[in-house]
């Protein structure tokens, strides 16, 4: 289904939401987005194993408008259920991240991955078929060799246009514990892999064994007091990368400096307030995703209730805190009841590293503008986007009385929560995955 909407101007130019797809089932509930890295294609992954890729239609001189809408270009299976009968485990197909690599032909190539293997995927095109084979017939089978009194010289024709995706390696059974992060380095040869306890360093061209770059279990689990919760590498040093913890630090490595990067160069952290400690202190102040920013100056984080930007050259506290749902502070015990104070939220840069964006509950979603310090609430729902409908900021009312256009904290759903959100390279266009439904917002076409 296709539905086009905008919303007011706040941050930047009025966008249209451009594309919502329904679903379901649990499968069908989308658990990671992606766009690559000329912002042509987005992919997203789902709880069934299943990758949907999408392809932004060129601009036609007849329906100049048509610019930016992504139509399905691919559909594949890329993880299956698994069962390790050593430790009687159930391993989920569902995809935990999408990473592209950068287009060096015609052909497209990304890793996707489940909770322990990750895939290196090729999608490419194919609009022509070979025929004159001279060892077998058209439809494949071998032909009579006695039978065969001429030469014929294979010839190119026409077909309908394929894509194609195939599995080029599989990197597996190198990780214990569940795989939270890939993440390509900038020499487009390596990437790594980042479980609960331990970071994987692999070359694409070798599946049977990986480096491990950081370690960080215990001789005795019962010592265990954190654990890696997200890494990446850094956009333009392919010997620095960072990873976060469940205590809400983080770590800057450098594998220049040793082989093991249990010893880190920098050790980000900010202290706590005394007056603000809580039962659930820690587990909010776990960090679920970590980013570099594109110039590779600053890093965002994002844990529980805010998002918070900090310069590679200042440890001790962030430059920049934002308050994504501080509202929910006095839900915290029954956020904790249900499981929902354990949610994973990710956030992401614009492409000029002015904006962040992340989500919240309700279908909500918050952008933050760090030159002008504005913010803005906005809704990702079905309701709401009737075609040319403005899709108005959403505010939410704490206590007393409320007005018409607000609403309350309590009638907030928590089961309809955005953990997942991209934005284009170079555009302001945004993919939002709300629960089974993809939304794709763009910039208002003059």
């Given at each position: 289904?296709?539905?086009?909407?905008?919303?007011?101007?706040?941050?930047?130019?009025?966008?249209?939401?451009?594309?919502?797809?329904?679903?379901?089932?649990?499968?069908?509930?989308?658990?990671?987005?992606?766009?690559?890295?000329?912002?042509?294609?987005?992919?997203?992954?789902?709880?069934?194993?299943?990758?949907?890729?999408?392809?932004?239609?060129?601009?036609?001189?007849?329906?100049?408008?048509?610019?930016?809408?992504?139509?399905?270009?691919?559909?594949?299976?890329?993880?299956?259920?698994?069962?390790?009968?050593?430790?009687?485990?159930?391993?989920?197909?569902?995809?935990?991240?999408?990473?592209?690599?950068?287009?060096?032909?015609?052909?497209?190539?990304?890793?996707?991955?489940?909770?322990?293997?990750?895939?290196?995927?090729?999608?490419?095109?194919?609009?022509?078929?070979?025929?004159?084979?001279?060892?077998?017939?058209?439809?494949?089978?071998?032909?009579?060799?006695?039978?065969?009194?001429?030469?014929?010289?294979?010839?190119?024709?026409?077909?309908?246009?394929?894509?194609?995706?195939?599995?080029?390696?599989?990197?597996?059974?190198?990780?214990?514990?569940?795989?939270?992060?890939?993440?390509?380095?900038?020499?487009?040869?390596?990437?790594?892999?980042?479980?609960?306890?331990?970071?994987?360093?692999?070359?694409?061209?070798?599946?049977?064994?990986?480096?491990?770059?950081?370690?960080?279990?215990?001789?005795?689990?019962?010592?265990?007091?954190?654990?890696?919760?997200?890494?990446?590498?850094?956009?333009?040093?392919?010997?620095?990368f960072v990873y976060s913890s469940s205590k809400?630090?983080?770590?800057?490595?450098?594998?220049?400096?040793?082989?093991?990067?249990?010893?880190?160069?920098?050790?980000?952290?900010?202290?706590?307030?005394?007056?603000?400690?809580?039962?659930?202190?820690?587990?909010?102040?776990?960090?679920?995703?970590?980013?570099?920013?594109?110039?590779?100056?600053?890093?965002?984080?994002?844990?529980?209730?805010?998002?918070?930007?900090?310069?590679?050259?200042?440890?001790?506290?962030?430059?920049?805190?934002?308050?994504?749902?501080?509202?929910?502070?006095?839900?915290?015990?029954?956020?904790?009841?249900?499981?929902?104070?354990?949610?994973?939220?990710?956030?992401?840069?614009?492409?000029?590293?002015?904006?962040?964006?992340?989500?919240?509950?309700?279908?909500?979603?918050?952008?933050?503008d760090r030159n002008t310090?504005?913010?803005?609430?906005?809704?990702?729902?079905?309701?709401?986007?009737?075609?040319?409908?403005?899709?108005?900021?959403?505010?939410?009312?704490?206590?007393?009385?409320?007005?018409?256009?607000?609403?309350?904290?309590?009638?907030?759903?928590?089961?309809?929560?955005?953990?997942?959100?991209?934005?284009?390279?170079?555009?302001?266009?945004?993919?939002?995955?709300?629960?089974?439904?993809?939304?794709?917002?763009?910039?208002?076409?003059?």
């Open positions: 289904m296709k539905c086009f909407s905008r919303y007011l101007p706040y941050i930047f130019r009025p966008p249209n939401t451009i594309l919502s797809c329904s679903c379901h089932t649990e499968a069908d509930i989308i658990s990671t987005v992606e766009f690559n890295h000329t912002g042509e294609l987005l992919a997203t992954g789902d709880k069934g194993g299943r990758v949907v890729i999408f392809q932004r239609e060129q601009e036609s001189k007849n329906q100049p408008h048509r610019r930016g809408e992504y139509n399905v270009y691919s559909t594949f299976q890329s993880h299956e259920p698994e069962f390790d009968y050593l430790k009687s485990l159930e391993i989920e197909e569902k995809i935990n991240k999408i990473r592209w690599l950068p287009q060096q032909n015609a052909a497209y190539f990304l890793l996707s991955t489940n909770d322990k293997t990750v895939k290196l995927w090729k999608v490419s095109e194919r609009d022509k078929r070979p025929e004159g084979y001279n060892l077998k017939d058209e439809d494949g089978r071998f032909r009579d060799p006695s039978m065969i009194t001429m030469l014929r010289v294979p010839v190119l024709r026409p077909m309908d246009l394929m894509v194609e995706a195939t599995p080029r390696r599989v990197f597996a059974n190198a990780h214990t514990y569940h795989i939270n992060s890939i993440s390509v380095n900038s020499d487009y040869e390596t990437y790594m892999s980042a479980d609960d306890l331990r970071i994987n360093l692999w070359n694409f061209e070798i599946t049977n064994q990986s480096f491990n770059i950081v370690d960080i279990k215990p001789a005795n689990m019962e010592e265990l007091t954190e654990v890696i919760t997200a890494a990446e590498f850094h956009p333009n040093h392919c010997n620095t809400g630090t983080i770590r800057l490595c450098d594998m220049r400096a040793s082989a093991l990067c249990d010893q880190h160069s920098k050790f980000f952290e900010e202290p706590e307030d005394p007056s603000n400690r809580s039962f659930f202190s820690e587990i909010i102040s776990s960090i679920s995703d970590v980013k570099f920013s594109h110039s590779g100056r600053y890093i965002m984080t994002r844990d529980y209730l805010t998002v918070k930007v900090w310069d590679l050259n200042m440890e001790n506290r962030p430059i920049e805190t934002y308050q994504v749902h501080d509202y929910l502070r006095s839900k915290l015990c029954s956020l904790y009841e249900n499981d929902c104070i354990f949610d994973k939220f990710e956030c992401v840069w614009n492409g000029s590293d002015s904006v962040i964006m992340t989500g919240s509950y309700n279908n909500f979603f918050r952008m933050f310090k504005r913010d803005v609430t906005l809704e990702a729902s079905r309701e709401n986007s009737k075609p040319r409908a403005i899709l108005k900021p959403r505010k939410v009312c704490v206590g007393g009385k409320r007005r018409k256009d607000e609403i309350s904290v309590d009638s907030l759903d928590f089961s309809k929560k955005i953990l997942h959100t991209a934005w284009h390279p170079s555009e302001n266009i945004i993919a939002v995955a709300a629960t089974n439904n993809l939304y794709i917002f763009q910039d208002k076409v003059n």
